[in-house]
């Protein structure tokens, strides 16, 4: 087992313990990846080799048969899967114990001027549903054994603990996901994509449906993440693999839920037929969706309906989906459809409502404000807006989230006609600076009312 204490990289000391193997067999890196057992090219495994990239289980245990190792490398790939999983789980829950707000800096601000303070701003909040999740389960992940043999013999082995131990992982993403952005929680949620494409085939009947699921939540958030660094190809991709594991395994709401989201990715790209078409179908077809669900799908629709020039006594809508929601807050989903409706103000004060509730991750918060910036720019209040991005670009640089910074590049769109001010132009240097650090340029997604899915 490699020696993480020692500070090295786990994955690219087991990188190097297979190219010590390979190379004692006689093989070339272009032979071996000509084995019959290897279905990767001479690339991979060069670049697993120098512990450039994460591969899946599969990728080990082809290596072992071609060598003839025994089962040496799958085996320290899963002890090594096991350990990091459980370190991260030390991570998050002690984040979650000590109640800190301190976040992990992706990118910085350089140093600019203030657009000025304000009065009250949402706290820096983490889900704490997600934590308890992990906390709770944190035992189960001590069971390496037990996962080792449910990994080697999934039908003799696999059973609801074997799942349960990779659901905290996958609750370990999510957490990283909103506290650090998307892309600290990619390795992760994949990682348990892995694992359900591994052993779905072969576990016992009593767990298919329990795994199949998993796989539907995985590639689910997976698609999630890739919204948030804004790659809709991916992100189109890894939905369509949810909607896969949801039909095999017959489960209606999460069906039903992936329709709803490529609705609201739709709303990102601007496709208005398309997001009423999946927001429609999610309400009509034999789903299960849950009452907020339902909710959102029917603002989808009146959202679909504004955007493409139709007329919709949106008061009345939303009051059938707050009807519908069973009491869950849809605060934040309405100002979405104020804005389209070309009311800012009152898109402004429901988006101001909203961010003071709890449960907003960092980058959620970041978001929505972002989201309010635009409403008030175009309710002719600039200097609010401006502040407002300017929290919100704090937020992106934090995490990640280009889909946050595509929000603050539309708020500088609407803030075009107040550029001179002190506090747009304040925001503009600040977005120029933070783009020319992070390299990550972006022209305005749309019109200056452009809508980011919720």
């Not at 071609?66 to 350990?83: M, P, Q």
């Amino acid at each position: 087992m490699p020696d993480q204490d020692s500070g090295a990289d786990p994955w690219r000391l087991l990188g190097e313990e297979l190219a010590e193997r390979r190379s004692s067999a006689g093989y070339t890196q272009r032979r071996f990846a000509a084995r019959e057992e290897i279905h990767y090219g001479r690339s991979t495994i060069a670049n697993v080799e120098r512990g450039r990239q994460r591969v899946s289980r599969d990728f080990w245990h082809a290596c072992d048969i071609a060598l003839k190792t025994g089962g040496v490398l799958v085996n320290k790939y899963e002890r090594i899967n096991a350990e990091l999983t459980a370190q991260r789980l030390h991570e998050i829950d002690t984040i979650a114990s000590s109640h800190t707000t301190d976040a992990r800096p992706r990118a910085s601000l350089p140093p600019t001027a203030r657009p000025g303070p304000r009065t009250a701003r949402p706290e820096e909040a983490t889900s704490s549903v997600a934590f308890s999740g992990i906390a709770a389960s944190a035992s189960a992940v001590e069971g390496a054994d037990r996962i080792r043999q449910a990994m080697a013999d999934p039908a003799r082995y696999a059973d609801a603990g074997f799942v349960g131990a990779f659901r905290v992982q996958l609750e370990t993403a999510k957490a990283l996901d909103g506290r650090y952005g998307a892309a600290s929680a990619l390795a992760t949620a994949k990682g348990v994509i892995d694992v359900v494409e591994s052993v779905a085939p072969d576990v016992p009947e009593k767990v298919r449906g329990d795994v199949l699921v998993l796989g539907a939540e995985a590639a689910e958030f997976v698609g999630w993440l890739f919204r948030d660094l804004a790659d809709p190809v991916q992100a189109g991709y890894w939905y369509d693999r949810a909607m896969e594991y949801a039909q095999l395994c017959g489960d209606l709401s999460w069906q039903g839920f992936v329709l709803l989201r490529k609705s609201q990715m739709a709303y990102e790209s601007r496709s208005a037929n398309r997001v009423r078409l999946f927001a429609r179908a999610a309400i009509d077809g034999p789903w299960q969706l849950s009452a907020r669900f339902y909710a959102e799908a029917l603002l989808q629709v009146a959202r679909g309906d504004l955007m493409l020039g139709q007329r919709v006594d949106l008061g009345t809508a939303v009051e059938q989906a707050r009807d519908a929601s069973a009491g869950e807050d849809l605060t934040l989903r309405e100002a979405s459809c104020w804005i389209e409706a070309q009311e800012p103000e009152r898109a402004a004060q429901l988006y101001e409502a909203g961010l003071t509730s709890d449960g907003l991750s960092l980058r959620d918060a970041g978001y929505f404000q972002a989201r309010q910036a635009v409403a008030l720019a175009h309710a002719q209040a600039p200097d609010l807006a401006a502040e407002r991005a300017y929290d919100a670009l704090t937020a992106a640089a934090r995490t990640g989230s280009r889909r946050t910074h595509r929000a603050v590049v539309a708020t500088r769109a609407a803030l075009a006609p107040w550029k001179k001010r002190d506090s747009v132009a304040a925001l503009d240097d600040a977005l120029t600076a933070y783009e020319s650090s992070s390299r990550r340029p972006l022209e305005s997604p749309g019109p200056a009312t452009a809508g980011f899915a919720d």
